[in-house]
């Protein structure tokens, strides 16, 4: 917007130095009331680039419309003035290609063409008699029209497709948004999961454990009652010597069983921490 609005204020000082190139090659012979009348066309076809700076196709046309009667009166008031009419044809035909579609423009420009046409005949204005363009200035509008049509839609061209680009931009960048945020909320579900067989698998483990506590005590305390009530020496050696074997293989159960517990006791990591 802010590139609109400068090039459209580069527009209305064109506009205005046609205006005032039209204003210095006045005949001398126009009356001041004549000259107050152009003079307010003048302001009004300059304000009318504000109608542009929208870029609003109801607003754009609105203000081409009031222009090309700015324009018709400028025409018809001085048909001689080519460079003036120059400066305002290249202001005009910058802001419609500009702001409008080509075919829009296009269509503006048969109106415009018409105006001018009806002015290159000689003809009377405030009473006064005004010589409309030659061949050679007709021309040179022709030329700088295209040249201001040309300028006009290039540029609007340009910022239909930074737009589009910005536009893609934004999107992508919400797809990498929403595709992080998926991400984020399938590995925390993950996380949670795997936290939860976690839990399971420590439940087990526990069991286990308690399992074999219990089932080697009681063993244990089997033996040692055996041991007690028998009288034969070499008997309750052997006994005891099994039950010591058994404390061993009892022991390195309930090790394994530990390591087995304390490897499932890891911290889990949520959201971008999995990532």
Known sequence: MSRTRLLLGISALLSLAGLATLFLYLPADFTPAAQGQLAAVSVVFALGTAFFIPRQPPWSIAGALVKLFCLYFT???????????ALLLLSFHFEVYLALHPLQGAFLDLVLFRIILSAAAPHTAWNLSVDGPGIAALAVLAAVSAAGALTGSMIRRSGIIQERRESQLRRLEQAVSNLTKTNEAYQTYATYIEENSKEDERNRITREIHDIVGYSMTNLLMIVRAALYSDNQDQVTELLQKA????????????????KLRSVRKKALHGLELM
Request: aromatic fraction near 0%; glycine fraction near 8%.
């Open 75 to 85: 025409v018809k008031a001085s048909g001689t003035q080519a460079a003036a009419l």
């Open 244 to 259: 010591e074997t058994h404390i061993n293989e009892s022991m390195q159960e309930i090790r394994g069983s530990l390591r």
